[in-house]
Nanobody, 121 residues
């Protein structure tokens, strides 16, 4: 079974920085897209950033220039460096990876359980 575990959330003041990590483990043959989503209270879950298997990146307009997604293929890990944080960045952050497992056909999305980020003074 594939598992994704996020870490790095916490309380930070406006203007501060945090770095989130998400590590995948299990019977992994190949990882395709690696994504970070977030869900604020009372709002729908939204895509924050994506890094493709080839390294291309995409960002939500609200985080462009402040957040950076990166990955370490050898560690099956994706990171989200968050700078210049704002109160509106407060949310539970989830990672999602499209993964092909050994011994299976095709690929599927796996989600982590989330890590809470609170931006407040």
């Amino acid at each position: 079974q594939v598992q994704l575990v996020e870490s790095g959330g916490g309380l930070v003041q406006p203007g501060g920085s945090l770095r989130l990590s998400c590590a995948a483990s299990g019977s992994i043959f190949r990882i395709y897209n690696m994504d970070w989503y977030r869900q604020a209270p009372g709002k729908e879950r939204e895509l924050v950033a994506r890094v493709g298997s080839g390294g291309s990146t995409n960002y939500a307009d609200s985080v462009k220039g402040r957040f950076t997604i990166s990955k370490d293929n050898a560690k099956n890990t994706v990171y989200l460096q968050m700078n210049s944080l704002k109160p509106e960045d407060t949310a539970v952050y989830y990672c999602k990876m499209m993964i092909a497992e050994f011994g299976t056909y095709g690929n599927m999305d796996f989600w982590g359980k989330g890590t809470l980020v609170i931006v407040s003074s």
